[in-house]
């Protein structure tokens, strides 16, 4: 007998992509909004993997940023302790832009 391809051991969802999901209309609507990205005129299987495509892009740009912008953020991204040397910097990091916040205010103040 043959079983067409389809196998009933197993969990299916060992099987099924995870990261798929069925976006509402109006989800679409918005993300479209913000990219820019004509999302419309994909099928719409084709139109849930761009949208999954964009979200990460999304989420990797924002880990880029927060890599540059915190000493501290990979290691918290993956679950472990900041080294003392990234709390340090990024102590000092802070104290830098406390004084070059003063220092904007104290300027603006002097030339009104």
Excluded: C, W
């Excluded at 067409?4 to 209309?25: I, R, T, W």
């Amino acid at each position: 007998m043959s079983s067409g391809g389809h196998s009933n051991v197993g969990f299916p969802s060992l099987y099924e992509s995870q990261n798929q999901k069925h976006y509402k209309q109006s989800e679409v609507e918005e993300l479209q909004k913000h990219t820019g990205e004509n999302l419309k005129g994909f099928l719409p299987k084709d139109q849930e993997a761009e949208v999954n495509r964009l979200r990460s892009q999304d989420v990797q740009r924002r880990q880029a940023e927060n890599l540059k912008n915190d000493p501290t953020f990979a290691a918290t991204l993956h679950g472990n302790k900041p080294h003392k040397g990234a709390i340090i910097d990024k102590e000092i990091q802070q104290e830098e832009a406390e004084q070059l916040r003063k220092k904007g205010d104290a300027m603006t103040g002097k030339s009104m």
